[in-house]
């Protein structure tokens, strides 16, 4: 079965940083893109960054160009995303995901999800 498992997240002045990792097991890396998502109360879920390796793809949404980094491990099945200089606007439950195929701005065609992690930056 596929699993993803997300760690690091926690609280933070605005302006710090965190890491946020996602283990992946079941799945061939290659074949999916894997996304970094978050929801915040009365939000709708969005993607935040994506990497596939398929075609070499990093994607990151306007409001965390700059700030954060998403890398990936392929020999430890690993996704990382450096969050740096943190906003309150960044508080929000994070996820990790993946997608067949490449990376997708749309969170409806993720299908494989890992549990959440809490990020709070307080201002």
């Known amino acids: 079965d596929v699993q993803l498992q997300a760690f690091g997240g926690g609280l933070v002045q605005t302006g710090g940083s965190l890491r946020l990792s996602c283990a992946v097991s079941?799945?061939?890396?290659?074949?999916?893109?894997i996304a970094w998502l978050r929801q915040a109360p009365g939000k709708e879920r969005e993607v935040v960054s994506c990497?596939?390796?398929?075609?070499?793809?990093?994607y990151y949404s306007d409001s965390v160009k700059g700030r954060f980094t998403i890398s990936d491990d392929n020999a430890k099945n690993t996704v990382a995303l450096q969050m740096n200089s943190l906003k309150p606007e960044d508080t929000a439950v994070h996820y990790c995901?993946?997608?067949?195929?490449?990376?997708?701005?749309?969170?409806?065609?993720?299908?494989?999800w890992g549990q959440g992690t809490q990020v709070t930056v307080s201002s």
């Open positions: 079941g799945l061939t890396f290659d074949d999916y893109a």
């Open positions: 990497i596939s390796r398929s075609d070499n793809t990093r």
């Open positions: 995901a993946a997608a067949a195929g490449f990376c997708t701005l749309s969170p409806l065609e993720y299908n494989h």
